[in-house]
């Protein structure tokens, strides 16, 4: 069986930094993130561990795909799409923790 992906954004509080990623275990990554789990990281050095935006995939190669669609994309864009689906920026973290 293939293993699914998820693309994800995450930002910091004041919502200043944005950081696109993609995953195979949403809730595991997260928890990562919240608990600075990797101390030199990009995520953990700017405080971004607030979950904004995610979308799942069938495969790990068409998150992939969507990561570095977004990736690719201004600032601006990725803003748009965070507001598609949380337009009030809310902490999406208890949506997916009890996966």
Do not use: Q
Request: glycine residues 6%; charged residues 35%.
């Amino acid at each position: 069986m293939e293993r699914g992906g998820t693309v994800y954004i995450i930002t910091n509080f004041t919502h200043t930094t944005l950081y696109t990623g993609v995953t195979s275990d949403i809730m595991f990554r997260i928890k990562e993130h919240k608990d600075k789990e990797y101390p030199k990281s990009f995520s953990a050095k700017y405080n971004t561990d607030k979950l904004v935006y995610f979308c799942s995939y069938d495969s790990i190669e068409e998150a992939i795909a969507a990561e570095k669609r977004i990736k690719g994309g201004s600032r601006k864009k990725k803003i748009k799409l965070i507001e598609s689906m949380n337009p009030e920026w809310k902490d999406l973290w208890e949506i997916v923790k009890d996966w």
